[in-house]
């Protein structure tokens, strides 16, 4: 039992999910990018599949070979290209494009999301985020950018902010 707990604790604390969630990400975005698109037969049950043997490679990856940085992202990059493949019927070429695409847009995302983070405790002190995004019960036109959206997409006829 004490072999189990240490590897759990090795595998887990020391940067396995963080794997985990970047391999999940990008199987994602790629999966996104790959909507248009004509899929194999059988992809029922070859994204699924795909999508575990990713997981576990990145979930496995020896963390001696971390320090190589960028280095791993190119066979990493690789396997994603081929796992695409596996479940489209395009060329290699239209599934890198769309796997580059893929990669591009996690990392924006990600970029974003620290970003939101850093500046959100000031925004939150200040309400100004908050205060834009969902405006205060009091104040039905300050702000409404999200609401009015919502309802743009309910109702065509409703007009900015009420």
Known sequence: MDAFVDWYLHNISMGGPARVVFATEIFIAELLFMLPYKRRRGFAWRAPLSAALYIAVA?????????????ITIPVFALSILLHK?????????????????????NISVNVAIV????????????????????????????????????????STSTACG
């Open 59 to 71: 979930f496995f990856f020896p963390e001696q070979w971390l320090h190589l940085g960028s280095y």
């Open 116 to 155: 939101v983070r850093a500046l959100l405790p000031w925004a939150a002190e200040y309400r100004i985020l908050t205060d834009f995004l969902w405006p205060p019960s009091s104040s039905p036109s300050a702000g409404c950018v999200l609401p009015a959206a919502a309802a743009r997409m309910k109702t």
């Open 86 to 106: 596996f479940c489209s019927g395009y060329s290699f070429k239209k599934v890198a494009f769309n796997c580059i695409g893929a990669y591009a847009l996690q």
